[in-house]
């Protein structure tokens, strides 16, 4: 009995530690895209207003 009580406690760690880093990596890459739709409303409004629009 406690050899199957520390089999499933030693699963549950592992399960959390691989879902943990696959949030970090998800919140990562939620960060470079909010980095990257930053710096390109930027761009655009400096393009609009250095004498409008490009298209």
């Known amino acids: ?3 199957s009580i520390r089999h ?6 592992t ?3 691989k879902q943990s880093d696959q ?4 919140v990562q890459w939620g960060n470079v895209a909010i980095d990257l739709y930053s ?4 761009k655009k409004e400096a393009s ?8």
Not at 39 to 42: A, E, I, N
């Open 39 to 42: 710096k390109f409303k930027q």
């Open 1 to 3: 009995m406690n050899k």
């Open 23 to 26: 949030i970090a990596k998800a």
């Open 48 to 55: 609009e207003t250095e004498g409008g629009e490009r298209r």
């Open 15 to 17: 399960q959390v530690v």
């Open 8 to 13: 499933v406690s030693d699963t549950v760690s």
